[in-house]
Each structure stands twice: as structure tokens, then as C-alpha cells.
């Protein structure tokens, strides 16, 4: 069965300090995997995803298949980072392409 | 940008009673725009496909004579949450396909307060 998992349901360090969002697949075939970000009263938007193999916002994300993980990572965490972080399973080669989400870590960055 | 519209912003029902949901692509056509439900402090939880005129394919346990979906045409899909209840209660979130696969770009949200 498809699945996501993020073990962490809340995340807090402190400015400066690195950052590690934790992603956990389950997939029988290629996945397509993505970050999602919800800030405080905005909504979600795609943060980054794993074919791209870009950072945005200083966050990179690299695809493990032999861990099926695909954890988030940022070297300096910066206070504007606090906000809910999904991570997603595209449902790929399925027509609809719909989502599966993980239950999601909140991060709050302290000062 | 591609932007994502839903209209009300928030809506409160006696019980009962049916609201009417809408969700918009403003600058670009969506053939596939996705429901989701989500509850406080928790993750999305997808409620069914919406398919520009066709059917909606709605997901294991959510009720489809409770919650009618219509895409009538490539901007406009509707969610109606028909003889609301308390336990209806809940944030709605819209969203539509993106170019590439699995992409999709989301709506603000409704909050609908069933009394």
C-alpha cells in the first residue's frame, strides 16, 4: 500500500541550527515525492520537489530508495521557517495524479 | 502564478441544511481539481478526485450522496455538503492539477461551522 510517514509531529530549534524534516515512503513503483509548506494562515504550496533536485529557500531534499526516505534538510534554520511541512506521494502513473499526504511535523524555529 | 480561489472564505449552517462550496482556477484551465478535508493540527485528507465533466472519484469512506461534487467546466468545481451536521464541521481545501505530475495548487480553504 501507498504510504507516507513523518514520525515527527512537531520540530523546534533553534535559529542557526540545521534542520531535519524526516519522510518515509512506502511505493511499489517509481515515486514521485514533494514537500509541501503551510505557513501561519496561508496556504499550502509546494515547497520543492524531488525530479527538480533544486533547494529553495535553502532546503534540499534527495530521494533515498534504498531508505525510501526523502527527509528535508536545511543547513541554518531561520525564524520565517516555523510552518507545517507535508511531505507527499504523487500517485504516479495513476490517471488523476493525486496526492498522498504524510500527517505532516510543525517546525518552529526559536529565536 | 497559478492561482487557486474558494468562495465563502468561512460559512456557518444550521444543521440540516446544505452549503455549497465553490473552488476556481483563476488563470488557467483544470481539468482535475482534488477535495480534501482537513481537521485541526492534522494532516489533509483527500475526499475525492473532481474530472471536468465526468464524475467524481471519491475515496473510501467519504459519502457520496453527503458530499456532491460537480465539475461543470475547466475553472469551476463545486463541493455541497448536503444536511450539514456538527460532526460536518470542518476545514475544506480545493485544489487543482499543476503541470507537472502530482503538482497541484491549492486554495485558501472554507470553514464551515455546522450548528
Request: one cysteine or more; glycine letters at 8%.
Given at each position: ?10 520540530l523546534s530549534v533553534f535559529k542557526g541550527a540545521?534542520v ?19 505557513y501561519s ?16 529557500k535553502g ?15 536545511k543547513?541554518f534554520a531561520q525564524e520565517e521557517d516555523s510552518a ?23 517546525l518552529a524555529v526559536q529565536p | ?115
Amino acid at each position: 500500500a501507498q504510504r507516507v510517514t513523518q514520525p515527527e509531529k512537531l520540530l523546534s530549534v533553534f535559529k542557526g541550527a540545521p534542520v531535519e524534516l524526516k519522510c518515509n515512503y512506502s511505493y511499489s513503483g517509481s515515486p514521485e515525492l514533494f514537500w509541501y509548506v503551510q505557513y501561519s494562515r496561508q496556504r499550502l504550496q509546494l515547497l520543492l520537489r524531488h525530479i527538480s533536485r533544486e533547494s529553495i529557500k535553502g532546503f534540499t531534499a534527495d530521494l533515498n530508495k534504498g531508505e525510501t526516505s526523502f527527509h528535508l534538510k536545511k543547513p541554518f534554520a531561520q525564524e520565517e521557517d516555523s510552518a507545517m511541512y507535508y511531505c507527499a506521494l504523487s500517485n504516479y502513473g495513476g490517471a488523476t495524479n493525486k496526492l498522498i499526504f504524510g500527517t505532516g511535523t510543525l517546525l518552529a524555529v526559536q529565536p | 502564478g497559478a492561482v487557486v480561489s474558494q468562495h465563502p472564505s468561512w460559512v456557518i449552517c444550521k444543521s440540516g441544511t446544505s452549503v455549497k462550496i465553490e473552488c476556481r482556477s483563476l488563470d488557467f484551465q483544470a481539468t482535475t481539481m482534488f477535495w480534501y478535508r482537513q481537521f485541526p493540527k492534522q494532516s489533509l485528507m483527500l475526499m475525492a478526485t473532481s474530472n471536468e465533466g465526468s464524475k467524481a472519484t471519491y475515496e473510501q469512506g467519504v459519502e457520496k450522496d453527503k458530499f456532491l461534487i460537480n465539475h461543470a467546466s475547466l475553472t469551476l468545481s463545486t463541493l455541497t455538503v448536503t444536511s450539514a451536521h456538527p460532526e460536518d464541521s470542518s476545514f475544506y481545501i480545493c485544489s487543482a492539477g499543476g503541470g507537472g505530475a502530482g503538482e497541484q495548487y491549492f486554495g485558501p480553504g472554507t470553514r464551515l461551522t455546522v450548528t
